[in-house]
């Protein structure tokens, strides 16, 4: 049985993830989402009991996918979970070189762990979830990005979304 892993912040997960795991559900037996806890450098919006909830709620219909969170190296947390696979998204070019260095030094940490990437749909070649916040704090229509427990949680979280955008015009 081959399990993969699909780790990422999920700050909110969007089509483009969502996308991802269920082209990964179709290549391997068991796909973990593992939602990394306390990602570096990152502005988060959600907790991560938020981020489980909404990607979870999100794949009910995968019934090989399951959410779990994580907070220790990524390569650690697939060997707890048995995963010899680690699934990512690709888009663009830009996402290329940080992928590349990142499944070089899993493979230092951890050689029997294979990463997998996949190019991103087409469709969501250009969106990201920092980039989602952007739009929702400026009032964009996202309503085809992410999927409607999304969409209810970051009109939800708006206000932050302003406080954190200073020029912003207030409605
Ligand atoms: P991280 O902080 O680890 O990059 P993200 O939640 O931003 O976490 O992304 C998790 C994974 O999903 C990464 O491999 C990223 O490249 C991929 N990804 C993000 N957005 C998309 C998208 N629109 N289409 C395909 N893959 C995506």
Same mark, same amino acid.
């Given at each position: 049985?081959?399990?993969?892993?699909?780790?990422?912040?999920?700050?909110?997960?969007?089509?483009?993830?969502?996308?991802?795991?269920?082209?990964?559900?179709?290549?391997?037996?068991?796909?973990?989402?593992?939602?990394?806890?306390?990602?570096?450098?990152?502005?988060?919006?959600?907790?991560?009991?938020?981020?489980?909830?909404?990607?979870?709620?999100?794949?009910?219909?995968?019934?090989?996918?399951?959410?779990?969170?994580?907070?220790?190296?990524?390569?650690?947390?697939?060997?707890?979970?048995?995963?010899?696979?680690?699934?990512?998204?690709?888009?663009?070019?830009?996402?290329?070189?940080?992928?590349?260095?990142?499944?070089?030094?899993?493979?230092? +940490?951890?050689? =029997? $762990? @294979? *990463?997998?990437?996949?190019?991103?749909? %087409?469709?969501?070649?250009?969106?990201?979830?920092? #980039? !989602?916040?952007?739009?929702?704090? +400026?009032?964009? =229509? $996202? @309503? *085809?990005?992410?999927?409607?427990?999304? %969409?209810?949680?970051?009109?939800?979280?708006?206000? #932050? !979304?302003?406080?954190?955008?200073?020029?912003?015009?207030?409605?």
């Amino acid at each position: 049985m081959t399990i993969a892993l699909y780790p990422g912040s999920f700050d909110p997960v969007t089509n483009g993830h969502l996308d991802v795991a269920t082209r990964a559900a179709k290549l391997f037996d068991k796909v973990i989402i593992g939602i990394f806890d306390k990602p570096a450098a990152k502005h988060l919006l959600f907790s991560v009991e938020e981020r489980m909830t909404l990607c979870s709620a999100a794949v009910t219909h995968l019934l090989n996918v399951r959410v779990e969170p994580y907070s220790v190296l990524t390569v650690d947390f697939a060997r707890q979970i048995g995963a010899h696979v680690i699934v990512r998204g690709l888009r663009a070019s830009s996402d290329f070189e940080g992928e590349f260095e990142m499944a070089l030094m899993n493979k230092k +940490l951890c050689p =029997d $762990i @294979e *990463s997998v990437f996949m190019m991103a749909n %087409l469709r969501y070649q250009f969106l990201s979830s920092s #980039l !989602l916040k952007e739009v929702v704090a +400026l009032g964009g =229509d $996202i @309503e *085809s990005l992410v999927p409607p427990n999304v %969409l209810e949680a970051l009109k939800s979280k708006m206000h #932050l !979304l302003e406080d954190k955008a200073p020029n912003v015009p207030r409605r």
